[in-house]
């Protein structure tokens, strides 16, 4: 079954005093709003998951937690990286797999989405993948092409069982950061492209839409045919803001 998903993508923002002071702000407004039926996630840095989620225990928070990125192998002579087991034990039950920042400024390819899609899956730790075109690629016509052939080098190699368990967002690298919103005629199109592009029956698969979400688009872009919920970036660092967005998207999913 696909789910509604609000997921908070806090980037390289808030050292952990920011991020226990954000996830009990959210957490408050979630409770005091009409949030039924979506799930919050919220994606700090790795140095705040064990913050946040002490501090989600301790005031019974709803919140969901996802890491923005881990490496695939379980432990070993990795300098600087943190394994999915690790991240899973301070309470992520999401990881962010490919968002296009890691793409494009610290090389990860489809090869290496692929893997981490699968370490996690494997961990149970739900991968959201990441996919999405360039400007460049749109103005030259290529999007669908080349959005197929991420969604496919990403979940290509798992099983249909495994499959079940990934949720998908589309983010176009142009609407990223920069205030300009993809149309609905726009994230329509690429989610029935992310949908038939899957390998097995995509009726159940989530497919979040990510890029410039903010309180004032997300009734029109929750109401888009195909899409489950958001990925935010910006509007993420601010409660009342993120919370907004998971009210006007339930309301639409009800
Ligand atoms: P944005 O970021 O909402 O600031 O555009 C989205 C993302 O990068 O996930």
Request: charged letters at 20%.
């Amino acid at each position: 079954m696909a789910v509604n998903l609000i997921v908070g993508n806090w980037k390289m923002n808030n050292d952990f005093v920011a991020a226990i002071h954000l996830t009990q702000q959210i957490g408050i407004l979630a409770r005091q709003a009409d949030v039924s039926g979506v799930s919050l996630v919220v994606a700090p840095p790795t140095c705040d998951l064990r913050s946040v989620s002490s501090v989600i225990e301790a005031d019974r928070l709803a919140i969901k937690i996802g890491a923005q990125h881990a490496y695939w192998e379980d432990g070993g002579a990795f300098t600087g990286e943190t394994s999915i087991p690790m991240v899973k034990r301070l309470g992520c039950t999401f990881l962010i797999v490919g968002h296009s920042e890691r793409r494009e400024l610290f090389a990860m390819d489809d090869e290496a989405v692929a893997k981490t899609a699968m370490s996690a899956l494997r961990h149970d730790v739900t991968p959201i993948v990441c996919v999405g075109e360039s400007e460049e690629v749109r103005e030259n016509g290529g999007h669908v092409e080349f959005v197929t052939a991420q969604v496919q080098a990403a979940v290509g190699g798992l099983t249909p069982a495994q499959r079940r368990d990934v949720v998908v967002a589309y983010e176009p690298i142009w609407a990223i950061g920069t205030g300009k919103v993809a149309s609905v005629e726009q994230v329509a199109e690429m989610v029935a492209v992310i949908r038939s592009a899957w390998p097995d029956d995509a009726g159940d698969l989530t497919v979040l839409y990510g890029g410039s979400v903010k309180p004032e688009n997300a009734a029109e872009l929750a109401g888009t045919p195909g899409v489950d919920g958001f990925l935010v970036g910006g509007a993420s660092l601010n409660a009342e803001q993120f919370v907004q967005i998971a009210v006007t998207a339930a309301k639409c999913y009800r």
